[in-house]
């Protein structure tokens, strides 16, 4: 199997604050992560790839001070927001890359800015 | 870069009908295409993938063909149960250790 894990699944927090999702492959080892954001009723937008023990790469227009990547173990990524805001509410979807093409999903996380 | 369009955005069916969503790519250099499964608040779920050098692949009650030349295609699914009832994305990517191209989701209604 491939199974990939993210925590927490949900989370709130006030504007002006910083929040961290975790993504874990569970087992299996992976050089390659993704971060993605999904608005409602909405296609998968990738925001950055992550590479173990390299910088992240950005989609275009994707702020990289406010989303911090990073890739630290072959099975752990972390993606921080830095002073959120409401308009930063949204799905977080991480992904690992099993091989030179397989992709396995975390289940998402849930961010409310209040 | 690469463009994927999805069809249709909506799908409707009876329990026990055939499903069948179609998507088209524009990258002819693309030779993967996956599909996913995604519920309601969950994470997309891997169902079947097909590479290139194949036309077509079955794994049950599902399947996926490949039309090369005409860079489409398809996921079949056949004796829908409400089980199906979710939103599949299909997606694309070119050689090994690239991104993938995600296309816009079908929304599939499986009534029982």
């Known amino acids: 199997g491939a199974v990939v894990s993210q925590h927490p699944s949900r989370v709130i927090c006030k504007s002006g604050t910083s929040v961290k999702i975790e993504c874990r492959s569970l087992?299996?080892?992976?050089?390659?992560m993704f971060w993605y954001r999904q608005f409602p009723k909405q296609s998968l937008m990738l925001m950055a790839t992550s590479n173990e023990g390299s910088k992240a790469t950005y989609e275009q227009g994707v702020e990289k001070d406010k989303f911090l990547i990073n890739h630290a173990s072959l099975t752990l990524s972390t993606l921080t927001v830095t002073s959120a805001h409401p308009e930063d509410s949204s799905f977080y979807i991480c992904?690992?890359?099993?091989?030179?093409?397989?992709?396995?999903f975390g289940p998402g996380t849930r961010l409310t800015v209040t | 870069g690469e463009n994927v369009e999805q069809h249709p955005s909506t799908l409707s069916v009876q329990e026990g009908d055939s499903a069948v969503i179609k998507c088209t790519y524009s990258?002819?250099?693309?030779?993967?295409f996956p599909w996913y499964k995604q519920e309601l608040g969950k994470g997309p779920q891997l169902i079947i993938d097909?590479?290139?050098?194949?036309g077509e692949k079955k794994d049950q009650r599902i399947a996926v063909t490949l039309n090369k030349t005409a860079k489409h295609f398809s996921l079949h699914i056949t004796e829908t149960q409400p089980e199906d009832s979710a939103v599949y994305f299909c997606?694309?990517?070119?050689?090994?250790?690239?991104?993938?191209?995600f296309g816009k989701g079908t929304m599939l209604l499986v009534s029982p």
């Open positions: 990258d002819s250099a693309s030779n993967y």
């Open positions: 997606a694309a990517s070119s050689s090994g250790y690239s991104t993938l191209t």
């Open positions: 992904s690992a890359r099993k091989g030179p093409n397989e992709q396995y």
């Open positions: 097909i590479r290139s050098n194949v």
């Open positions: 087992d299996f080892q992976a050089t390659t």
